[in-house]
C-alpha cells in the first residue's frame, strides 16, 4: 500500500505540467513551444524520478525492520523495488510521454497502444514467465517492465515523428 500511495505522489508530480503546458501550447497553435517543453518536462521528469526512485531503493531495507518478514520474503521484496525503481524510468518515459501526446490531441493512438500493449506483452508474458516459467511475482514484474519499456519506445517515436502535431485542440 505504502509503494502504491508513494508512486501516485511522484505521477502527480509530473502528469499535470505535460497536460496543462503542452495543452496550452497545442490549442495555441504554438507546435515548436509544445516541442520545446515535451523535451524539457521529459528531461525534468526523468531526472527527478530518478533521484526519486534511488532513494526508495536505498531506504527500502531500513522500512523491511519495522516487519517481521520472512528472509525469502525480504528477499523478493527488495528484486520488486530494483525491478520496479531501477526499471521505473520507462514507465516514467512512457507516462510522460502519452501524456503529452494526449494533451496535443493524439488520444486514440495512445489509446490503442497502451491496450494493445496490455493484452499482448502485459497478460501474455506475465503469463508465460509468472506460471508456465514458475517466476512467480517477479516473473510478472518483468513482464510489466516489459510492457512499458515497448509503449516508452513506441511513445517516443511517435513523439519523435512529429505526427501528434497535426492534431487540432482547441
Not at 508513494?6 to 508530480?13: D, P
Not at 526508495?56 to 525492520?65: A, E, G, H, S
Amino acid at each position: 500500500k505504502v509503494s502504491g500511495h508513494w508512486l501516485r505522489w511522484r505521477e502527480s508530480l509530473w502528469v499535470p505540467y505535460f497536460i496543462t503546458v503542452i495543452g496550452q501550447c497545442m490549442g495555441n497553435g504554438d507546435a515548436d513551444a509544445a516541442e520545446h517543453y515535451f523535451k524539457r518536462l521529459t528531461r525534468i521528469t526523468l531526472l527527478i524520478s530518478s533521484a526519486w526512485n534511488l532513494l526508495i531503493f536505498l531506504l527500502t531495507p531500513f522500512f523491511m525492520k519495522f516487519y517481521a518478514l520472512q528472509p525469502e520474503t525480504k528477499r523478493l521484496v527488495i528484486w520488486l523495488v530494483l525491478i520496479h525503481n531501477v526499471l521505473m524510468q520507462q514507465h516514467i518515459l512512457f507516462g510522460a510521454l502519452s501524456n503529452g501526446l494526449r494533451a496535443a490531441g493524439d488520444v486514440k493512438f495512445t489509446m490503442y497502444v497502451s491496450v494493445i500493449s496490455t493484452i499482448a506483452v502485459r497478460l501474455l508474458l506475465s503469463w508465460l514467465l509468472g506460471i508456465v516459467l514458475k517466476m512467480g511475482v517477479i516473473g510478472i514484474a518483468i513482464a510489466m517492465v516489459c510492457d512499458w519499456s515497448i509503449r516508452a519506445v513506441i511513445f517516443f517515436w511517435r513523439q519523435k515523428s512529429g505526427k501528434w502535431k497535426t492534431f487540432q485542440v482547441i
